[in-house]
């Protein structure tokens, strides 16, 4: 079925960067019209095995709560939008919450965007972390490999065009 090979593409990248069983996932990656939280949700479950905190945005749980359960549960992997987990990073801080000492992750994951990688490992304490790129209706496109030296294109499941800005074509 196509949601489920679109959940394959997150499974190969989760797998290629070394999610385990016993990793405990935190998403951000929201459960409305858009996808991200489904792909998710269904990689961690049924895929890779390990224990799923279902966070969302900040609007399903509060980033306060989120930290907490980060923390709590002992949250090693942290999924979604770079701008809201680096954001999660400064919530957890003026709660008391040292990323890196209270929360140990040892990899981030999602679409970085323009808050980069090194500004997001500062703000975590130094863990890995890995880029990818997709959309809420065709799921993920391309991701990073350990190396990081670039995304690899899920070319089973997606049609790329390649065009250029200044000509069109």
């Not at 996932?25 to 095995?49: A, K, P, Q």
């Not at 966070?55 to 992997?77: N, Y």
């Not at 304490?125 to 995304?151: L, R």
Request: glycine share 16%; charged share 20%; aromatic share 8%.
């Amino acid at each position: 079925s196509v949601p489920g090979r679109l959940v394959a593409c997150v499974a190969v990248v989760a797998e290629v960067l070394g999610m385990r069983q016993d990793d405990v996932v935190h998403s951000v990656y929201g459960f409305g019209m858009v996808n991200g939280g489904h792909y998710i949700r269904e990689t961690i479950l049924h895929w890779v095995g390990a224990q799923l905190l279902s966070a969302g945005t900040g609007v399903e749980t509060r980033s306060a709560q989120q930290v907490m359960l980060m923390r709590d549960f002992g949250a090693t992997v942290l999924t979604g939008f770079g701008d809201f987990v680096k954001r999660l990073a400064d919530v957890a801080r003026e709660n008391g919450i040292e990323p890196g000492r209270d929360i140990r992750l040892r990899m981030i994951t999602g679409h970085l965007g323009p808050e980069g990688r090194e500004p997001m490992r500062e703000a975590w304490g130094g863990c890995e972390v890995y880029d990818w790129y997709g959309v809420g209706d065709t799921g993920i496109i391309a991701g990073e490999g350990p190396d990081q030296s670039g995304m690899y294109v899920m070319e089973d499941a997606q049609f790329l065009e390649l065009v250029d800005a200044d000509s069109g074509r």
